[in-house]
């Protein structure tokens, strides 16, 4: 039998413990914080008892518990570096449409063109109100001069000594020329209306031609132009806008002549349709010589027949290097910018040389190879589509804060390489679009309708033209579904053009809701009753590589499906030139498209939903149209907020009486981004801004 006695073990086991715990400590680590480690310790036990009135010795075996303390491993630290700082890598989806900044009127377009042109004031850092000068040397105010006390005319003194990429001089005269052209070349599919309205009063046409024809025969139309207009209609018109806008070269201003006071003005300005062109440049390039005697000619080009479409040449802290549709563009930064750090963009804002060399924009339309680029740190940001934000959320180890700008670690992966911005507040919307008049060609054909009839390979080509087919796709169309799946759950839907949290949007209006019953019901009225048997069949388009757009149009044609095995919608997807183009041609039965205000104000929603750019595109019947004109003039031109709020509720009534369009929700956003990557600020409006981006 082993005896010992109990202290004496007890000493020997904690001493041996204390021995193993040191040698498993890693040598010359500085100790910043300790920890207890409860352990479990076995002694052997001998004690003396009486049994039978004998002393007799006892051994046992017990298992107490320990308390020593331990030296934890130290966390690493990760640290985030490009690979290559001097080069900015962002993936997403959706080609350029056209460098001209007259007649660019997409996301993608306006993208490139904010980082090598500039207009007259830009706006200040994070405000979709408040403005800096730019090309301007002042932001013209009625306190300063500049806006004459009846709000009719805004004069901008121009900066001298700025130099266009190509070589040129900034002056008054291409100033001036800029905007002559824009309004002059007038394209339906551009975005000179918003500055038709508030120069010349147009509201009907939204086109040069209105002051030609006020009933809008001639509207986007050259050869109609050319037939119905007189030569001296034709230069009395160019001699209009010419006076509306007019450059003084000796005192070094631009002075801009209204129909009417309008508040957005300096708003619309701050836009890519406000870049300034350089005129020499432009005609030596083919564009309007600026002579009253030719500005028909160049008058709706559309992008595919523009001479500035595939060239550009501006003054900003960028300079387009290559680029090759289909794929991407890179610039590179401008080495003779004119900002100096005496005049930064704000106090603290970006001066001087652009500090990331290289910007590589590439068109990676699977979802699949951008989350492998930003997996690999081989792109410095990607667009997340809302359904795959839970799958990057794994990778976040930042969170930052768009309305403060703070950020702060993931606790629960620190490490992470990704860094997030999220609950980023939209001021754009996906929506279902409806065609009232589906266009065709000569021999009636159109390979989105099919067959062209009600024979169930097919549509003809007024099928939305029913307004009891027009209700049933909004019956059919799950809006929680698409908030869950597509929007992530985060969204929230709207019921008519306004977006929530602006003037005019009505919580307590009528809206739509899943109801498979009422879409049935509704089907089994339209076309005098005849498609529940023969059924219908068109396709439905979205630009490629938007999944959630693809959501949606499958939401839909899953909903009729259920309905009706005939009723079949095919959803296809176009890459995005093609798509605008099959889009603004009328070509599509069915589109799923959005809008991205251009100002912060309800008149930049209600007008292109229901009486310009998509009232056209959707060939919305002229009558039902002029009583959404009204209602829109009404509105921009009412005196107070409760005046304009009425009206806007009145025109959405309207909208759901219609249905023209099928209102989807509004989202919000988030952004992914390398963690090494800095200088991205929340804009309402330019949600881009690389100027400013470094990576170190």
Not at 115 to 135: I, N, R, Y
Not at 300 to 310: F, I, Q, R, V, W
Not at 400 to 424: H, L, M, Q, S, Y
Request: net charge negative; charged share 20%; hydrophobic share 35%.
């Amino acid at each position: 039998m082993f005896k010992t006695r109990k202290t004496g073990i007890l000493l020997a086991v904690i001493m041996m413990l204390a021995i193993v715990l040191v040698a498993c400590q890693p040598e010359e680590v500085e100790v910043t914080s300790v920890v207890e480690v409860p352990v479990e310790v076995t002694r052997i036990v001998t004690e003396t008892v009486v049994e039978e009135g004998q002393q007799v010795e006892v051994t046992r075996v017990d298992t107490v518990e320990v308390v020593v303390t331990a030296t934890p491993e130290p966390v690493e630290e990760v640290t985030f570096a490009a690979e290559d700082p001097s080069t900015y890598v962002y993936q997403t989806y959706g080609d350029v449409d056209t460098l001209d900044p007259n007649l660019a009127y997409d996301s993608a377009s306006g993208e490139l063109l904010l980082q090598v042109m500039e207009a007259l004031v830009f706006f200040d850092q994070g405000s979709g109100s408040d403005f800096v000068p730019q090309l301007a040397t002042e932001v013209p105010s009625v306190e300063n001069g500049l806006i004459s006390e009846d709000g009719m005319s805004y004069t901008f003194p121009i900066r001298e000594g700025v130099t266009f990429h190509e070589g040129g001089t900034l002056t008054p005269a291409d100033v001036a020329y800029t905007f002559q052209r824009g309004l002059l070349q007038s394209d339906p599919d551009g975005p000179q209306w918003l500055l038709l309205e508030p120069i010349l009063g147009y509201n009907n046409c939204f086109d040069i031609t209105e002051g030609i024809d006020p009933e809008c025969n001639l509207a986007g139309d050259r050869t109609a132009l050319l037939e119905g207009a007189t030569p001296e209609q034709l230069v009395a018109q160019c001699e209009l806008v010419k006076e509306a806008i007019v450059a003084d070269e000796d005192a070094g201003t631009v002075t801009f002549n209204l129909a009417q006071p309008w508040g957005p003005l300096l708003t619309t300005l701050a836009g890519y349709w406000g870049y300034i062109l350089d005129m020499e440049w432009a005609v030596d390039n083919g564009a309007w010589d600026g002579s009253c005697d030719t500005w028909q000619d160049y008058y709706a080009p559309g992008a595919e027949n523009d001479e500035l479409s595939t060239i550009v040449n501006g003054t900003g802290p960028y300079m387009l290097d290559n680029w090759t549709p289909g794929e991407g563009y890179t610039l590179k930064a401008n080495p003779n910018y004119w900002r100096t750090c005496d005049e930064p963009m704000w106090e603290g804002g970006p001066c001087g040389i652009a500090p990331t060399e290289t910007i590589v924009y590439q068109l990676v339309n699977e979802w699949g190879t951008r989350f492998a680029s930003l997996q690999a740190g081989d792109a410095s940001r990607v667009v997340v589509p809302p359904a795959n934000r839970p799958q990057v959320d794994e990778f976040v180890g930042e969170f930052c804060d768009w309305e403060t700008g703070d950020c702060e670690v993931n606790a629960d992966n620190p490490n992470g390489p990704i860094r997030k911005w999220g609950d980023i507040p939209s001021t754009s919307r996906t929506d279902m679009f409806l065609n009232f008049d589906i266009v065709v060609d000569e021999d009636g054909q159109n390979p989105y309708i099919g067959s062209g009839q009600l024979d169930g390979n097919g549509i003809p080509a007024d099928f939305f033209s029913d307004i009891h087919v027009r209700k049933a796709m909004n019956y059919c169309f799950d809006w929680d579904t698409y908030i869950d799946e597509a929007l992530n759950g985060e969204g929230v839907q709207n019921n008519g053009p306004i977006i929530k949290n602006m003037l005019g949007y009505n919580e307590d209006g009528p809206q739509y809701s899943l109801d498979l019953d009422a879409c049935a019901a509704e089907l089994e009225q339209a076309w005098g009753g005849v498609l529940p048997e023969t059924g219908f069949r068109f396709q439905m388009a979205y630009n490629t590589g938007n999944v959630t757009r693809q959501t949606i149009g499958e939401i839909l044609a899953t909903n009729l499906n259920a309905i009706n095995e005939n009723y079949v919608v095919e959803i296809i997807g176009l890459p995005w030139p093609s798509f605008l183009r099959a889009f603004r041609g009328g070509n599509l039965p069915a589109i799923v498209s959005g809008w991205g205000e251009d100002i912060h104000d309800p008149h930049n929603w209600v007008q292109p939903y229901t009486v310009g750019t998509y009232a056209f595109r959707q060939h919305m019947p002229e009558d039902l149209r002029q009583q959404f004109v009204e209602l829109v003039n009404a509105g921009v031109a009412a005196a107070d907020n409760a005046e304009r709020e009425q009206v806007y509720y009145a025109l959405q009534q309207l909208v759901y009486d219609e249905a023209p369009t099928v209102y989807l929700a509004q989202a919000l956003g988030a952004r992914y981004e390398q963690r090494y990557t800095h200088g991205w600020y929340y804009h309402p409006i330019n949600p881009t801004y690389y100027y400013a981006v470094t990576q170190d």
